[in-house]
Each structure stands twice: as structure tokens, then as C-alpha cells.
């Protein structure tokens, strides 16, 4: 959070103390006349003739930090920017459907992008100008932040004509990249599956993990990708399975992962996962979670099921905010000094200096430091803004073997002896300054981190993971749902839902209830996930077919956008591709099968061309292409039997299946007035499982061992197809 807090009392506050966004609030106190996004700045900006400068970011953004203490809380450059512009402040995570817009635009311009996202509109609210993070004065090849507005001003004052023009052609641009979600009439086919594997194949970093070079990113979509192309079988299968492994096991022993609190950090400045961006955000922890399942359930390496639980129980201890939802994000910056708490470094909470772990440790400092590469010189070799010095941050620099080895001593001994240092360092963490946390509750992150719970649970069998599933979504039904309505919002905090939802919201939530659902067979979680795909297809779908739009229809946003892109969050669109395919095959709704066919082939230039760019349209491509397998469960919930062949089901990775349970209640009820094969069955003791195509069912089995059996046959022959625990 940036320092204007400790000098507010002395201010008057601007128009976005009445607002309840953590990001908005930070810059209540500004001298910056700030409007929040809406009918009256734009009607001023119409009054006064003037343009409007659009800045948005997020709470936990550190070059929104900084922009604000240089430039936002500068009364010099706040009272230019008062003078010449309407000025406008969004939350981008509030607001996607603007900040999608306009991040095209600086994409388009620039041909990168990022936050603070510094944008000039005409009243219309048409772009004519944009760029992210300006100093304020000249630096590094960057224009000063005054000097801009002096500049655009001029431009604005003295040649309308050119503004004008400016801006047709950006939005003109801006809806040509649009279209590019329409419908054609493209067959799918394997080959953008290949082409996207040999691309990541190619870029694979098989020294230190991941892909290219510095900066480097956790990309679970592509994870996810890899891991389906190695699950088909045939050349090139056990290569995807082991870029997916190997990569994982260097983030996690990078600096980039919390080996204190768990959890995972933005991403790594340096190509080494060494030196974090030390935000963590709730989609990276979601989709980690379940990229470490899968890696689980692949080869078996009990490390992946440590990472992964440990990344939910600091969810469940860090990140859970009352009632069962959960929080946004922690931001990177900290105070390294509580008794100056408004000045905040980066990374303070997480870095250390020697003599600290030497003073908590004592005998024990020398095995602890020799792991995690603590030194007195500091272990960051990028210190992106001189901050660091000698603080470490820790990674896994030997492990338990090699430093036994070295010592003389049982691995047992050394790895004893590291718990009980993480545990002292920990305590002595807890005194430091918390980061800020972003309390906002977003219905989209949530789904993710419900997927992560319940997966987590079917793999692994904790019941506190399936109770935090279940909690984030009862909070998302009690606070975020107008059922009368039939209506999703987007944000809930400090007592208030607002904004409409957004595709992503309604794709990550229903994607969400699915996999609740086949946790623990609730149909009241089947039964919202297919209102809401309902309601999905009625506010988003285009007329003309394809793709769905990002966003419903908004008289203040410039343009409707189809986003396929996969960022640090998947494609809304391609996980309704998943969904619609996985409610077609539980429901038996043909059209919605047909409905995520057609998306995919909205898509289809883009696998063509860069399908390296889409990993989860990709994903929603090789399911297109399966055949796909319904597992019913015939018996009663509580039955050992019915557990016995769940726990079958759920050791093995089969993207492609789907499990429903015949219990003989409510849900079959449910389930048999979509589907005839579910009112002949009987529920016995011991329970039975029928695999089928299309409901088309093979002979029942009940004995677990010999539904294992059926499911191996059912995956690929191929000897790469199921790789092994040995291989790695």
C-alpha cells in the first residue's frame, strides 16, 4: 500500500473514499481529483472540453506503488493533471471489461503491456495515446510523467483533428483483434496439438526449468496442456510428461516458493526461480495447486502432494476470509521497520540476513544456511531496484542428501533438523509487518481455488480440502448469487457485491461446481453449474456464433472483446469449451457438446498459427477430439464399497471422464430426468461402477481391482503414454 495513509488527516479526500475497492481507497488521499470509472467523469470531461487520463492498477501492483508516491501524491504533477485532464482511477480487478480494452490498446502501441496502465481518451472514451509506469522526470529512456500530460495537452488543444483520427484508427484496430472470436467452419484436427508441443518443447529452459529466459513465469495453462498431450500416448508423450515435472520441481526449489509459509510468488526476475516478484496472487495458488496435483498423480512423487497442501493450508490459514471466501492477493512490498510501517520495501517479509538465521538457529544455522543458500553477502543476483543488499532470499541450494553427505551425519538428521529451523524462522517471521492483503473477494479466483480444493481432495483425500471447497462456494451462493435474478456478480467486500460478472466468472465458478460436484457427489453443486452455463450462454454469446464475448452488453465500454489468449489466468473461453463438454456428457445436453465444438473452431486460426499462445484452447481441442467416457457409481454415498471404487477412479489422471453416482436420492432424480439409463438403476451393497461411451454402459463391475484393470486398457498403448516414477 503506498504512504499516503500516514498524511491523510491533513487532506481533503477525493471521490474514491466513497469507493470500496482496496486499489480505489489507497488513492482516496491523492491531491489527483480522481473519479472513479463511470456517467459523471465522462460528462464533466464533455463540459470542460477536456480529455481523459485513465489510470488503472491493482492493490498489490509495486509499479503502481511507485507511480503514486512519485507522480500521484506529488502536488506539483497532481495539480497539472487537475488542470488539464479528467482523471480517472480503475481496478482492474474489478473491472476487467475496462481494463481489457485498454490494455489491447497499449498492446497494440507499445507491443507489451503491464500496470499501472496509463491510457488518454477522448470523451468517448476512444484511446489516442497509452503507455504503463512514467517516472517523474525523464529516467532510463522514459519521458517524464509531466512532460507527457504537457505534450498529449497540446496534441489535444491544438490538433483535434489528429486526435481524432488517432483514435478511429486504434478502435478500428481494436475491432478487427476482436473479431478474431467468430465462428468458421474449420474441422478440428490433432496437428495444432503437435505444433504446440514442439514449441514447448523447443523453448524449454532443460537446464533450470520453465520456458525462455528472464523474466520467468509460472504458466500453469501450459503445464495443463502438456500434461493431456502426454496422457494420449504415442511420440513425444513422455518428453511433455517430463518438461511438466522437471519444471515444477525447479519452481518449487527456486526462491519464487514460500519454503516458510508456502505458497507461490508472481514470478522470478532471473531465469534461476531464484529472486522473486513477491506478490501472491489467489490464480497463481489455484492453478499451481492443481498443476502439482496432476504432477502427483502422474508419477506418484510425494513431493508434488506436500507442494500442493501446502499451498491450500496457506490459503486456508492466510488468504480465507470470513464466512469461507478467499482473498485476492498479498502484496509484494513490506516494512522491513515496524516502527516506520509506511516504509516498504519489496520483499521485506520474506528476505533474511545471515546473522538473523545465525542468531535464531545457532549450532543448527550452519545445515540450515548450506540448504537454503543463505550468505553474509546476500543471494540475490537481480536486485531490480538496489534494495536487497545482503538479505537472502531462501531456495533450495543442496538438498537433504548432499548436505548429509557433506556433513557426516543420517539424511533423517538433516531433514529433522531443517523442520525445526523452518518452524523457529517462521515464529520469528510473524513478528515482521504482514504485506497488505487484498481483501476482495472475486467470484472467477474463487472457482479456481474451489477446482484447486476439490481436486486436491480427490487426489490426495483430505477432508479439510473438501471443506474449503465447499465453504468458498457456499459464500459465493450466499453473497455473489441473485437467484431470483438469476444473476452472478463479480466482487464482494466490506458487505457489498457489486459489478455484473464476467465470463470468466461464470466459466471459472461452473468449472468450480463440476469438480465439486464428482468430490462429493452434492447435486445442488451439478445443479447451479448448469443454471449458470445457462445464464453464461444467454449474456455472452455472440448472434453470429463462435466465441463468447468477455463481458455482457455495457453502454460504457467502448467495445465487446473475445479474449483466447491464455495469461497468468486461462482463457474464459476455453474453459467453457471444457465445461460445456464435461455438462454435455453428465447431462446428456447434445447442443452444449456442439456449442463448445464451435468455439474451438472460433479459434482455430489462432491453433493454427500460434497455438503456443492458446495451451488451454489447446486443451479444449484435445477434448473436442476424445471419445469421451461416462463412469456411473451405483451405491450409497457413505458406503466403504462406493468409496473403495471412487479411490480407483480418482489415482489415475483421464481428462476425458466424467463420474456421476446413482445413490438412489435426490441426485439420481435429478440426473434421470436428463438421462434414461439412470432410472433402471438399483442402488446394491457392494456398490457397482459401469463405464460407458455415450451412455452406452459395459457390464457392472464391482470389485476394485478389476476396475483398475478396465481403466488401464482405457488409456494409450503407447509406451511413452505412462511414464513412471523411475524416469525422473
Known sequence: MASSSSTSSQRTANRLASEKSPYLLQHAWNPVDWYPWGEEAFSCAREEGKAIFLSIGYSTCHWCHVMERESFENPEIAALMNELFVNIKVDREERPDVDRVYMSTVQALTGSGGWPLSVWLTEERKPFYAGTYFPPEPRHGRPGFPQILRRLHRFWSEEPQRVTESAEQIVEALRSQSAAGESTAQEPSALPLEAGFRHFRDTWDRRLGGFGSAPKFPRPSTFGFLVRYGLRGGEGAGDALEIVVDSLRKMWAGGIYDHLG??????????????????????????????????????????????????????????????????????????????????????????????????????????????????????????????????????????????????????????????????????????????????????????????????????????????????????????????????????????????????????FLVQGLLDLYESDFDVAWLQWAEELQEVQIELFSDPEGGAFFDSAEDPSILLRTRDLYDGAEPSGNAISVLNLLRLSSMLGRAEW????????????????????????????????????????????????????????????????????????????????????????????????????????????????????EKIALLEPAAGEGRPGVDRW
Open 262 to 507: 508456502g505458497g507461490f510468488h508472481r514470478y522470478s526476475v532471473d531465469a534461476y526461480w531464484r529472486v522473486a516478484h513477491f506478490e501472491k496472487m489467489l490464480y497463481d495458488q489455484a492453478q499451481l495447486g492443481i498443476s502439482f496435483i496432476e504432477a502427483y498423480q502422474i508419477c506418484g512423487d510425494p513431493l508434488f502432494a506436500r507442494v500442493a497442501t501446502e499451498v491450500l493450508d496457506y490459503l486456508r490459514r492466510d488468504m480465507q476470509a470470513t464466512g469461507g471466501g478467499f482473498r485476492s492477493a498479498e502484496d509484494a512490498d513490506s516494512a522491513p521497520d515496524p516502527q516506520r510501517p509506511d516504509d516498504k520495501e519489496e520483499g521485506a517479509f520474506y528476505l533474511w540476513e545471515r546473522s538473523e538465521v545465525e542468531g535464531l538457529l545457532g549450532d543448527a544455522s550452519e545445515i540450515f544456511c548450506e540448504t537454503y543458500g543463505v550468505s553474509a553477502a546476500g543471494n540475490t543476483i537481480q536486485d531490480p531496484q538496489q534494495e536487497f543488499g545482503t538479505r537472502n532470499v531462501l531456495y533450495m541450494a543442496s538438498d537433504a542428501g548432499t548436505v548429509a553427505e557433506r556433513h557426516g551425519i543420517a539424511e533423517e538428521e538433516v531433514l529433522g533438523s531443517l523442520e525445526a529451523g523452518r518452524k523457529t524462522l517462521v515464529e520469528a517471521r510473524a513478528q515482521r509487518p504482514r504485506p497488505y492483503s487484498d481483501d476482495k473477494v472475486i467470484s472467477a479466483w474463487n472457482g479456481l481455488t474451489i477446482s484447486a480444493f476439490a481436486r486436491a481432495y480427490q487426489a490426495l483425500g483430505r477432508a479439510e480440502d473438501l471443506e474449503g471447497g465447499r465453504n468458498a462456494a457456499l459464500f459465493l451462493r450466499q453473497h455473489l448469487w441473485r437467484a431470483e435474478e438469476r444473476r452472478l456478480l463479480r466482487r464482494f467486500r466490506d458487505g457489498e457485491a457489486r459489478f455484473s460478472a464476467q465470463l470468466d466468472d461464470h466459466a
Open 593 to 708: 457438446r456442439d456449442r463448445g465444438a464451435e468455439i474451438v473452431a472460433a479459434a482455430s486460426s489462432l491453433l493454427d498459427q500460434a497455438p503456443h499462445a492458446v495451451p488451454q484452447m489447446l486443451v479444449g481441442l484435445d477434448l473436442v477430439l476424445a471419445r469421451p467416457i461416462q463412469v456411473i457409481v451405483v451405491g450409497a454415498a457413505e458406503s466403504d464399497s462406493t468409496a473403495a471404487l471412487l479411490a480407483v477412479l480418482r489415482r489415475r489422471l483421464m481428462p476425458q471422464r466424467v463420474v456421476l453416482l446413482a445413490d438412489g436420492g435426490e441426485g439420481q432424480s435429478y440426473l434421470a430426468r436428463r438421462l434414461a439409463v439412470f432410472e433402471e438403476l438399483v442402488v446394491t451393497e457392494p456398490a457397482t461402477a459401469y463405464l460407458c461411451h455415450d451412455y452406452v454402459c459395459e457390464l457392472p463391475i464391482s470389485d476394485p481391482d478389476q476396475l483398475a
